[in-house]
């Protein structure tokens, strides 16, 4: 008597993506890499479990409690646009992760991509690239 059993089976509903890229089996955003290192180190650097912030969500960890501080002061200015997610892929109007290898800050604001071609894309034409991505952020996430 299977044969009447579909009509009783909802059609399933895509959730929307969360607000800060963590992987699918994470809640640390940036891969465990430190936001503030980006500004204040010039680089990618790893954070250390040992500090650790919780901000959107999410864990965010830091290589040093000065780091963690000072993003638990302003985590806006530190955390990376359209929530790590990459800034090509949300100008394009969809979803990708970003790679924190593959960043660039502009004008005070940190920015992520998925991989060397893409941001070398993104590159061509930044401000244009930004222009589009904000105004598709953050309705990307549902789509």
Known sequence: ML??????VAPMAWAALPAVYTGFFSQTALGGYDPVAFFEMN???KGDAQFTHDYSGVHWRFVNAAHRELFAANPQAYAPQYGGYCAWAVAEGSTASGDPMFWKIIDGKLYLNYDAEVQKRWEKDIPGF???ADKNWPSVLGR
Do not use: D, Q, R
Not at 3 to 8: E, I, K, M, Q, V
């Open 43 to 45: 680089k990618p650097v």
């Open 130 to 132: 930004i222009a589009k």
């Open 3 to 8: 044969l009447g059993a579909s009509a009783f």
